[in-house]
Nanobody, 127 residues
Framework: QVQLVESGGGSVQAGGSLRLSCAASGYTYSKYCMAWFRQAPGKERERIAT???????RYADSVKGRFTISRDNTKNTLYLQMNALKPEDTAMYYCAAYLGYAGYSGSRCYAAPYNYWGQGTQVTVSS
């Protein structure tokens, strides 16, 4: 049974940093695309960062240069380092996995239809 469990959310002032983690279990974590999404109230879910099995990363323009996605395939854990946070980064953040095909490239992972989700962790940035 696939499980994705996020942690690390919280409240921070603008300009601050947070690090999110996602513990994955129930599948061969190292082989598949992983991603971070976010959804603010009243807005559509936004794909913000993805990583292929080899660590090749892609980012949405809204977070490029401020956020870093990484994965530890020995610990089955995905991370999102968020720096220079802005009030508009306030959202529920979700970890996701695409378990359709193994070994996708970075660009394919960015476009993949993610099909497993965590429960989310709230990030609130105050001005």
């Amino acid at each position: 049974q696939v499980q994705l469990v996020e942690s690390g959310g919280g409240s921070v002032q603008a300009g601050g940093s947070l690090r999110l983690s996602c513990a994955a279990s129930g599948y061969t974590y190292s082989k598949y695309c992983m991603a971070w999404f976010r959804q603010a109230p009243g807005k559509e879910r936004e794909r913000i960062a993805t990583t292929a099995s080899n660590g090749s990363a892609r980012y949405a323009d809204s977070v490029k240069g401020r956020f870093t996605i990484s994965r530890d395939n020995t610990k089955n854990t995905l991370y999102l380092q968020m720096n220079a946070l802005k009030p508009e980064d306030t959202a529920m953040y979700y970890c996701a996995a695409y378990l359709g095909y193994a070994g996708y490239s970075g660009s394919r992972c960015y476009a993949a239809p993610y099909n497993y989700w965590g429960q989310g962790t709230q990030v609130t940035v105050s001005s």
